[in-house]
């Protein structure tokens, strides 16, 4: 692994204190915050300049931990057992304890469990964290660390270098409602389970 248990330690550190960490993924670059602490998810939309009616997704280190902050069916545990972790975000019903900052007041919550040595090593230290792209809203998203934007870099308490990443964002799906809300990576096998089962 190409992070240290240091920078590691660094970057939990940072979050717990309700700063901003980049962190790679197996898509893209993503951007984390406390999930849970409604300022530090408003620092997120501040440093991406996104409007707060545009939910943001969060992350665990494993499928089954989201279960705590969100509530699935029998057919949202399989497809979550089936695709998680990877490159798939799956939309759930939220639960109570789940701010509203972070769904722009919806009822419903993105979930994603990243397939990435660095990104799962600091969820096993602090999670949940927003999952989001780790750019200005409207700009490209960051598939290595030396491209990050400068003004938005200044946000950042730390930086995680994982290398280059791969670039398509994850799919978006909504199981519940056999929707796919955004094509990304692995869509096609996404859009394959969920034909299966309707």
Same mark, same amino acid.
């Given at each position: 692994?190409r &992070?240290?248990?240091d920078?590691?330690a660094?970057?939990a550190?940072?979050?717990?204190?309700?700063?901003? &960490?980049v962190?790679p993924t197996? !898509? =893209?670059?993503?951007?984390?915050?406390?999930a849970?602490?409604?300022? *530090?998810? %408003?620092?997120?939309?501040? *440093?991406?300049?996104?409007?707060?009616?545009?939910?943001?997704?969060?992350?665990?280190p494993?499928?089954?931990?989201a279960?705590?902050?969100v509530?699935?069916?029998?057919t949202?545990? %399989?497809?979550?057992a089936e695709?998680l972790?990877g490159?798939?975000? =799956? #939309?759930?019903?939220?639960?109570?304890?789940v701010?509203? @900052?972070l !769904?722009?007041g919806? +009822?419903?919550?993105?979930v994603? #469990?990243? +397939?990435?040595e &660095?990104a799962?090593?600091l969820l096993?230290? @602090?999670?949940?964290?927003t999952a !989001?792209?780790?750019?200005?809203s409207?700009?490209?998203?960051v598939?290595?660390?030396?491209?990050?934007?400068?003004a938005?870099?200044?946000? @950042?308490?730390? #930086?995680?270098? /994982? /290398?280059? !990443?791969? /670039?398509?964002e994850s799919t &978006? #799906?909504?199981v *519940?409602?056999?929707?796919?809300?955004?094509?990304g990576?692995? *869509? +096609?096998?996404?859009?394959?389970?969920?034909?299966?089962r309707?």
């Open positions: 692994m &992070v240290s248990d920078e590691l660094a970057a550190d940072a979050i717990r204190e309700g700063g901003l &960490v962190y197996e !898509t =893209v670059y993503g951007l984390a915050a406390d849970l602490d409604p300022e *530090a998810v %408003a620092s997120v939309f501040d *440093a991406k300049g996104r409007s707060r009616d545009e939910p943001l997704s969060f992350a665990f494993d499928w089954e931990d279960l705590a902050y509530r699935v069916g029998e949202e545990r %399989a497809f979550m695709f972790p490159p798939v975000t =799956v #939309v759930c019903a939220k639960r109570e304890r701010p509203d @900052v !769904t722009g919806r +009822d419903r919550v993105g994603r #469990v990243p +397939d990435h &660095v799962l090593a096993e230290r @602090v999670a949940p964290v !989001t792209s780790a750019n200005r409207g700009q490209p998203s598939t290595d660390p030396a491209d990050l934007d400068p938005f870099r200044e946000r @950042v308490g730390v #930086v995680l270098d /994982g /290398g280059e !990443t791969p /670039g398509t &978006v #799906v909504d *519940a409602r056999a929707e796919i809300l955004r094509r990576a692995n *869509a +096609d096998a996404v859009a394959a389970w969920l034909q299966q309707a």
